[in-house]
């Protein structure tokens, strides 16, 4: 009886671990999805040799050089004012700002984020790339600088 007992359970507990193993991969597909979104946005709608003006604290794990080598000019290191010179030195920019909720270090730089880009739409046309939401914690946009005044 005992035996007959063992080997139930060792069957049960075996067929467990076989049913974790399987659940496993949806799950990790599932908790990767957004981070997947953000990236392919990123390396979708920016290019090599164009710098990109970001708020790091946010992006950088998404614009790693792993998954493409892009020249990162920091927003919380530049004015306005910086932003025009590095479009006119580089021939064009792109901005890539991502707002999250997530914390309220997150949710400071978001409010950052949006007084940079008022100020910047003053002196600057841009040109809208990407707008989404993959998460309710987070949201992606990307411009492309397409013309600067003085």
Known sequence: VHRRLALLAARVGMAGAIAVAFLIHPASRLQERVPLQLVTAIQEHTRPGRPVLTNHDATLKYLSPIYGARELI?????????????????????????????????????RDNAEFLRNLERLCMLRPLYNASPDSWVRLRIFDVA????
């Open 74 to 110: 920091l927003r919380n290191s530049v004015v306005v004012s910086d932003a025009i010179r590095f479009y006119r030195a580089y021939g064009g920019l792109t901005v890539v700002i991502m707002d999250r909720s997530d914390s309220e270090v997150f949710r400071d730089d978001a």
């Open 147 to 150: 013309k600067c005044g003085t």
